[in-house]
């Protein structure tokens, strides 16, 4: 009987081990890995965190937008308790009115923002206070250090930390980067006791390279600033350009604004969004007299003149046909095809664009980059206008030749003079030089050649194409230092330096009418120097100008005063040293400095 008890005791223990080993193969074996998901749900929380945005960077490392730790406040209104004195803090911290703050409350929602982007200072003020249903969490903020420094080019950020405009939108993903993802081991009441299991690897912060150099884009906006206010325009461009690489070295618009407050949310009085494209990039004019340069250097090249053939040019006024009038600003008899530049004639550059005709003319202002996009790493270009010939009427070839009847923007303009001022070579503009790091880059969007490095792409000069020969275009060089020494450019005149240049005062169009306004221009000055071996491209324009509208007079003073502080940052060393004006300033200098103390 003993024995069989023990046998059933035995058996039944058995059976209950096999029941457990069961149990425990279903839940070590089949079911392990639900229950170590579940586990891991429990005490391991995954955390995936944004990369820090990159920084943009100027052509010698120097920083024009970058990342810093901030926080955004929240509350849960259903939670939220504070006392008078907690209240008033917060609405001091925060800029609110006990007003706004009930505001934000008394909604029907269980989360609302407070404020976003809080500097870590005013986030710790507030969490000192420990007010119940109130919170924040880290958030980077984008910083400028140079607040409204080329805005337009590098653009703001929303509060999502996206690019709105121009580098910020053009190199969002790039910037951005790729997200960071951890797992933290927490305890039973969620607070993060250390990290947990392995970690994606740490995603390298992404740079942006520009080809902008801080100091020449610092003395173009101010210079054009102060040219603004001096003649009462309403808004001014200038843009600085390298002729041999094309690479942009300063892109200024006025008026601009600030990029700390518009990525803060904080919108300047009467802005708009149209604000933030790039005007001269974006914005399309008739240029007026400084298209003639285009019209004379074609038809050098077709050798249809020599600088010494001479134009009859009407004295003034004269009739192309269908009894439309062009007119002349000072009335002139017989000029040389130099003079016609010099003198910046009309009817004398209608004439040679007649000489052309429609299709070569057409040709060139193509091969010059007009009508068509230049393929600059920027968001928002603007083809311009040119229409094709079969779309002009009996007048338009004359007028087209001095710049009206066709729409081109800043970059087209300084783009062209480049190319007469680097042996006839088109260059495709270039604003980006390098993007460094890891990340998305969309190689095929981008028309200019690249070398990739190790974490590296770096951007490569890239002729377009040969517009004029050589030779005409030292003809052209030649024909525009006349300008400058005696023909409207004169306050283009830069001492030590010959330069080369050409005016435009163009009539703007009333787009209601379809008319040119009687009284509103645009006034402009592009030009180089040295005349001979250029180093630096500028081109000025002031819309609108009050005072006095020609070019001549606003535009060329401004290139002047530019180009003046440019050189001397750069060093580019006088190659007219004999201009009397550098001598006596040499002079001046040579006093002052006998007069220090020893």
């Not at 290139?559 to 201009?579: C, E, N, Q, W, Y």
Request: aromatic share 8%.
């Amino acid at each position: 009987m003993t024995s069989r008890r023990l046998q059933w005791a035995f058996s039944l223990v058995l059976f209950l081990l096999l029941l457990l080993a069961a149990r425990l193969f279903h839940i070590q074996v089949l079911r392990g890995v639900a229950f170590t998901e579940r586990a891991e749900r429990q005490f391991l929380q995954k955390v995936v965190s944004e990369a820090t945005r990159g920084d943009i960077l100027d052509r010698k490392g120097r920083v024009l937008a970058s990342s810093v730790e901030s926080r955004s406040i929240y509350a849960h209104p259903g939670r939220f308790e504070a006392s008078p004195q907690s209240l008033q803090m917060l609405g001091t911290a925060l800029n609110f009115t006990e007003a706004d703050l009930h505001a934000k409350l008394s909604g029907r929602s269980k989360f609302v923002w407070l404020a976003r982007k809080v500097s870590p200072a005013v986030a710790r003020k507030i969490a000192d206070r420990k007010i119940p249903g109130l919170g924040s969490v880290s958030e980077q903020k984008r910083y400028y250090p140079n607040g409204e420094l080329a805005c337009h080019l590098i653009g703001p950020v929303g509060l999502d930390n996206s690019g709105l405009s121009g580098v910020e939108q053009h190199y969002n993903s790039f910037l951005r980067g790729r997200s960071v993802t951890t797992r933290e081991l927490r305890d039973a009441k969620g607070r993060m006791i250390g990290p947990g299991g392995d970690r994606s690897p740490e995603a390298r912060m992404n740079s942006v390279t520009l080809s902008i150099d801080r100091s020449l884009q610092y003395i173009a906006e101010n210079e054009l600033r102060k040219a603004v206010d001096e003649y009462g325009a309403e808004s001014g461009m200038a843009l600085i350009q390298d002729p041999g690489t094309g690479e942009i070295l300063a892109a200024a618009g006025v008026p601009g604004f600030d990029l700390n407050l518009l990525s803060r949310g904080i919108l300047p009085e009467g802005f708009a969004n149209a604000s933030l494209r790039n005007p001269l990039f974006a914005r399309v004019f008739e240029p007026g007299s400084t298209f003639k340069v285009v019209t004379l250097a074609a038809a050098l090249n077709e050798r249809l003149f020599s600088p010494a053939d001479v134009l009859f040019c009407e004295n003034g006024r004269w009739s192309p046909g269908a009894g439309f009038h062009i007119n002349d600003h000072e009335p002139e008899g017989r000029l040389t095809f130099a003079q016609v530049l010099e003198k910046s004639s009309n009817i004398g550059a209608g004439k040679i664009g007649l000489a052309l005709g429609k299709e070569r003319f057409f040709r060139y202002a193509r091969a010059f980059g007009f009508g068509t996009r230049t393929g600059i790493q920027m968001p928002g270009e603007s083809d311009g206008l040119l229409r094709p010939p079969e779309d002009w009427s009996g007048v338009s070839l004359p007028v087209l030749s001095f710049g009206q009847e066709i729409g081109v923007t800043a970059v087209q303009m300084i783009g062209a003079f480049s190319a007469i001022a680097n042996g006839g070579t088109l260059m495709e503009p270039m604003i980006v030089k390098s993007l460094q790091g890891s990340g998305p880059v969309a190689e095929d969007e981008w028309a200019s050649g690249f070398l990739r490095e190790k974490g590296r792409v770096r951007f490569e000069p890239r002729a377009v194409r040969a517009v004029v020969r050589p030779e005409t275009a030292r003809a052209m060089r030649e024909l525009m230092a006349r300008v400058v020494k005696t023909g409207t450019g004169r306050k283009a005149a830069v001492m030590g330096y010959t330069v080369a240049g050409k005016t435009g005062t163009a009539q703007k169009i009333d787009h209601k009418t379809g008319r040119y306004h009687a009284d509103s221009y645009l006034a402009s000055f592009c030009g180089f120097l040295p005349a001979e071996n250029p180093a630096l491209v500028c081109l000025v324009l002031l819309d609108n100008p009050r005072r006095t509208y020609w070019g001549g007079e606003t535009a060329a003073p401004v290139f002047a005063r530019i180009m003046s502080r440019t050189v001397k940052v750069l060093g580019i060393p006088p190659d007219a040293p004999s201009d009397p004006r550098w001598i006596r300033g040499r002079s001046d200098v040579r006093v002052a400095l006998s007069k220090r103390d020893p």
